[in-house]
């Protein structure tokens, strides 16, 4: 359904506060490497944070690391199957079975189940444990999502699982999303 990846760059901006994404994607190693900054902040939360994922051609997270501006940093590997160790290669059976990552406050992570599953619209809802990351604490969680396919390529649900919020993504050529309810609107 999405094609190959060639190098790309696109931002979004928040609904609410002030900010900006800036993420630029490319094929690395017969694989793909996104880098990103997020800075802005709503109310006295603000933040400054680079990020890099790199994924394989399955589009399954292989590592990634986040960082702010004040020093605090998290890097992550994973063997594509769901186990997870930090940089130090200690094993962390806690996110064992996440293949994906959910990066707090960024779009472009909604695009790796979307492009590594490229659900259809008679799949249902897909059930996924997401190795969350939340930008305050950089303390990661296992959180549980679904994706529901509503126009092949188009268009998908998110929900998280236990049913407190809901959103329907429409994506790009790319499967990048395009804009997000309550969230973000690319720029």
């Keep these: 359904?999405?094609?190959?990846?060639?190098?790309?760059?696109?931002?979004?901006?928040?609904?609410?506060?002030?900010?900006?994404?800036?993420?630029?994607?490319?094929?690395?190693?017969?694989?793909?490497r996104a880098q990103g900054t997020l800075i802005g902040g709503h109310g006295k939360e603000i933040h400054?944070?680079?990020?890099?994922i790199d994924c394989d051609a399955a589009w399954r997270v292989r590592h990634f690391s986040v960082e702010d501006t004040i020093g605090r940093r998290l890097e992550l590997r994973s063997d594509g199957e769901g186990r997870w160790s930090g940089s130090d290669g200690v094993l962390l059976g806690t996110f064992d079975g996440c293949i994906d990552i959910d990066l707090s406050g960024s779009p472009f992570t909604n695009t790796l189940p979307i492009r590594r599953l490229s659900p259809q619209p008679g799949d249902g809802a897909i059930r996924l444990m997401m190795l969350y990351v939340p930008l305050d604490t950089f303390e990661p969680f296992v959180h549980r999502q679904r994706?529901?396919?509503?126009?092949?390529?188009?268009?998908?649900?998110?929900?998280?699982?236990?049913?407190s919020f809901r959103a329907e993504l429409p994506v790009d050529e790319?499967?990048?999303v395009i804009d997000y309810p309550t969230l973000c609107k690319r720029l």
Aim: glycine letters at 16%.
């Design 1 to 32: 359904m999405f094609g190959p990846l060639a190098l790309k760059t696109v931002r979004w901006r928040p609904l609410e506060g002030e900010g900006l994404e800036h993420l630029t994607i490319r094929p690395v190693d017969g694989g793909i």
């Design 48 to 52: 400054g944070i680079s990020y890099r």
């Design 147 to 163: 994706y529901t396919c509503l126009i092949p390529g188009r268009r998908y649900l998110y929900e998280s699982d236990d049913g």
């Design 174 to 176: 790319d499967g990048l």
